[in-house]
């Protein structure tokens, strides 16, 4: 098969993959705390997302064994991001008692979850040398935290899934 088609390919399942981690990150803020769509959100989504990064590790460059390595060392970083949640949370408590303005601590918030989330792969990116998608990582992911967060646009469950969907978009293309 031509080598274009057979990336074409590739790069089509990474966006139906990260289709389904986006619906698993929407439909997890609705739900139950544990037991439940919660550690689906906290845990499941990061072991999801870096299974998929080895197995299209495997399709694209298979003896690479140093990016196998980053992608299991991006799943406890991005499972810790994932506990930092960006609700009203211990976090925001902190920030309130620092900041003292609710606006601007949820702009902060929102800010610092949107770094995290599009900044968790660096194992990855320190491995493949792909800045420009890392950095547009970090960008998209931060910029539709604060967006759709503090100017709440949409209804929170589109909220959710556009979030999860920016955030989660551009790992798999670090590959």
């Known amino acids: 098969m031509n080598p274009e088609i057979m990336l074409t390919y590739l790069g089509t399942a990474k966006l139906l993959t990260v289709v389904a981690i986006a619906f698993v990150y929407s439909r997890s803020g609705r739900g139950w705390k544990w037991g439940g769509w919660k550690v689906r959100r906290k845990v499941?989504?990061?072991?999801?997302l870096s299974s998929a990064g080895i197995?299209?590790?495997?399709?694209q460059s298979p003896t690479n064994w140093l990016l196998y390595g980053s992608w299991?060392?991006?799943?406890?970083?991005l499972i810790g991001v994932m506990h930092i949640g960006y609700g009203d949370g211990r976090f925001r408590r902190i920030l309130r008692?620092?900041?003292?303005n609710e606006t601007v601590c949820k702009v902060?918030?929102?800010a610092t979850i949107g770094v995290l989330y599009g900044g968790a792969c660096l194992p990855v990116a320190l491995v493949t040398g792909k800045w420009?998608?890392?950095?547009?990582?970090?960008t998209v992911a931060c910029i539709a935290s604060i967006t759709l967060g503090v100017?709440?646009?949409?209804?929170?469950?589109?909220?959710?899934?556009?979030?999860?969907?920016?955030?989660f978009v551009f790992p798999l293309f670090l590959i």
Do not use: K
């Open 44 to 48: 499941v989504i990061p072991i999801v």
């Open 55 to 59: 197995v299209f590790t495997i399709c």
């Open 72 to 77: 299991l060392l991006s799943c406890p970083i």
């Open 97 to 100: 008692s620092v900041l003292r």
């Open 108 to 110: 902060v918030q929102r």
């Open 132 to 138: 420009a998608i890392y950095g547009l990582s970090i």
């Open 151 to 167: 100017l709440n646009p949409t209804s929170a469950s589109d909220e959710e899934t556009l979030i999860g969907m920016s955030e």
